[in-house]
């Protein structure tokens, strides 16, 4: 079998969560590749609203199986307070979660390295989530991570205190910064010994014989195509690779093992931190859709700037992740709107190109729209593809058409009913 992958198209935040709980009972298992708690994946159904941030969007469907897989980093006291949570909830995910040994750990002196690093950039801050990620990648390519296969190696103690003490000379380095370390850390170390009694697991064998088995695989991406380390709007993206290669390296599968490759995206387009966003609205349409979407981050609560749906970049992350279907989110939203631009193409040095440049500060392109049609029906009740107004069906045929990928999934509503499959 293959390893089906699920990721966001733009820059996070496009609705991965629900999608992959719509999709979970076709998989046997699911499994997160990358990231960490700066997700927030957000699920609703039968009127109850649950956001994950680091286990796997499975854990609502009885019988399937979650994996944390090698590329995630984990906080140990986030992951403690989510699993309480589900457990409050009547879910109790323990018995399936498995969790890898090569996932990274997040510790308190990486979550204040990542606040002493962006309170020092100022002006130029990335707009991180502040949970350590940026950190703790860096000391996993910079060979001084800490390891979920440590904590059960004796040494666990010692490599901690090794570590603290070399971020603690990395603070010393921001004399602004004030920080209460022992606080945190009393916590941190309570929600250690909970994460060594889990499943941990060689995550890269059991998944590939799982496949051998004929098992079928969901890899559950987080962020989006426009954070990935390598082919987003670096500086401005988080640490990981979010494409769909990182499924690969996230898990420890070939290349040969990926099979579809969905990729999700909002039929207009929102960004949460800071970075360039050729299509941003900084109007009062811009805070219309932020009203009507609820654009406000499910991890920080921070509100989510708003624009028009950029063709241009969707093109670009269909290529980069070799995108084989699409699942368009939050149409819904867009109803009411007498016409909806779309940017088809940039201006860059003079000339209209249709791909993604290298920079797309405003000094380097200046988005090209066309305006579609809009619609004025509520769409929240739409239960089938018939039902469509006709400017929607449109709509759909003209973005398929100019990513020249097939949309298979239309979201109408934030619930799991609210989902139409074409
Ligand atoms: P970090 O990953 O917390 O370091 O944040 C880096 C950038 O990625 C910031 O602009 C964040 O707002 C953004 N980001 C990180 N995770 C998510 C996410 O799950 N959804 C949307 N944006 C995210």
Redesign the pocket.
């Known amino acids: 079998m293959k390893v089906d992958v699920l990721l966001g198209l733009q ?3 496009e609705g991965k969560g629900k999608i992959v709980d719509v999709l979970t009972p076709k998989y046997d298992i699911i499994a997160r590749f990358q ?1 960490g708690p ?3 994946h957000t699920l609703i159904f039968d009127g109850q609203k649950h956001v994950l941030h680091t286990i796997p969007s499975g854990v609502f469907r009885p019988g399937t199986k979650n994996v944390v897989g090698n590329g995630v980093v984990i906080d140990p006291v986030i992951f403690k307070r989510e699993i309480t949570q589900l457990i409050a909830a009547g879910v109790d995910p323990r018995p399936n979660l498995l969790i890898s040994r090569r996932a990274h750990l997040i510790l308190p002196t990486h979550r204040l390295l ?1 606040a002493a690093s962006e309170q020092a950039k100022g002006k130029a801050k ?6 350590g ?2 950190p703790t990648y860096m000391d996993k390519t910079g060979r001084n991570g800490l390891r979920v296969g440590d904590l059960t190696s004796g040494k666990f103690e010692e490599r901690y205190d090794a570590l603290k003490a070399k971020h603690l000379g990395l603070l010393a380095q921001f004399p602004n910064f004030t920080f209460d370390l022992a606080s945190v850390e009393a916590e941190w170390h309570e929600a250690v010994n909970e994460l060594r009694e889990l499943q941990l697991i060689d995550t890269e064998h059991y998944l590939n014989e799982a496949l051998d088995a004929g098992k079928r695989v969901l890899a559950e991406g ?3 195509a426009m ?1 990935d380390i390598d082919f987003g709007t670096y500086p ?4 990981s690779n979010t494409i769909a290669a990182g499924a690969c390296n996230g898990l420890g599968v070939g290349p040969g093992r990926i099979g579809e490759v969905i990729g999700i995206f909002k039929a207009y387009c929102t ?5 360039p966003f050729p299509t941003e609205l900084l109007d009062e349409t811009g805070e219309a859709l932020r009203q009507a979407g609820g654009e406000f ?1 499910a ?2 609560g921070r509100p989510r700037r708003c624009g028009w749906l950029d063709l241009v970049q969707l093109r670009y992350a269909c290529r980069v992740n070799g995108v084989t279907q699409l699942a368009m989110m939050k149409a819904d939203i867009l109803s009411g709107f007498d016409k909806i631009p779309v940017c088809h193409s940039y201006v860059h040095e003079g000339e209209q190109i249709p791909n993604l440049p290298f920079g797309i500060e405003p000094d380097e392109v200046t988005p090209v729209f066309s305006d579609h049609k809009g619609w004025q029906e509520d769409l929240t009740g739409v239960t089938a593809e018939a039902e469509f107004p006709e400017s929607l069906s449109t709509y759909i045929d003209m973005v398929e058409r100019e990513v020249d990928t097939p949309i298979k999934v239309i979201s109408v509503g934030p619930d799991r009913a609210q989902t139409i499959k074409r």
């Open positions: 820059w996070g935040d990231g700066n997700a927030g990542d990335i707009g991180s989530t502040l949970k990620i940026g987080a962020q989006g954070l401005f993206v988080t640490s960004r949460v931190g800071s970075g981050g991890t920080t």
